[in-house]
Nanobody
Framework: QLQVVESGGGLVQPGGSLRLSCRVS????????IGWFRQAPGKEREGVSC????????NYADSVKGRFTVSRDNAKRMVYLQMNSLKPEDTATYYC???????????????????WGQGTQVTVSS
C-alpha cells in the first residue's frame, strides 16, 4: 500500500524557481521509481521527469532538460523536483506518481505508474 503526496506549488514569475516535494509512504521499500507529470487545462497529462529507486537513473522531457532536476532522499521517502528558469508554458497541475514495482530504471509513460498524488498547482506568470 502506497500513499503519494506532493506539495510546493505556487505562483512564480517567468525565470523564477520552484521546488516541488513528493512524499511516498506506506508498507513499502524506499526504492520505487517516482515520476513527475503535469497537465495544463485542455491538454493531456505529460511526463516531466522520473527517478529510479536507487537514484542512479533519471529521465527528463525535452521541454524541461537543463532547467529541471529530480532527486530523492530514500531515507526520508522524499523525491524533489527543482524547477529553474520557469516559463509560462510550465504552468500546469503537477503530479507525483509511484511505480508499484521496484525497478532500476524509470520512464515517462504515465501508464507505468500505479499510485498518484492529488496534484499541486504551478503557475508561471508576470
Amino acid at each position: 500500500q502506497l500513499q503519494v503526496v506532493e506539495s510546493g506549488g505556487g505562483l512564480v514569475q517567468p525565470g523564477g524557481s520552484l521546488r516541488l516535494s513528493c512524499r511516498v509512504s506506506g508498507f513499502t521499500l524506499n526504492y520505487h521509481p517516482i515520476g513527475w507529470f503535469r497537465q495544463a487545462p485542455g491538454k493531456e497529462r505529460e511526463g516531466v521527469s522520473c527517478i529510479s529507486g536507487s537514484a542512479g537513473w533519471t529521465n527528463y522531457a525535452d521541454s524541461v532538460k537543463g532547467r529541471f532536476t529530480v532527486s530523492r532522499d530514500n531515507a526520508k521517502r522524499m523525491v524533489y523536483l527543482q524547477m529553474n528558469s520557469l516559463k509560462p508554458e510550465d504552468t500546469a497541475t503537477y503530479y507525483c506518481a509511484a511505480d508499484s514495482s521496484v525497478r532500476s530504471m524509470c520512464g515517462l509513460s504515465l501508464y507505468a505508474y500505479d499510485y498518484w498524488g492529488q496534484g499541486t498547482q504551478v503557475t508561471v506568470s508576470s
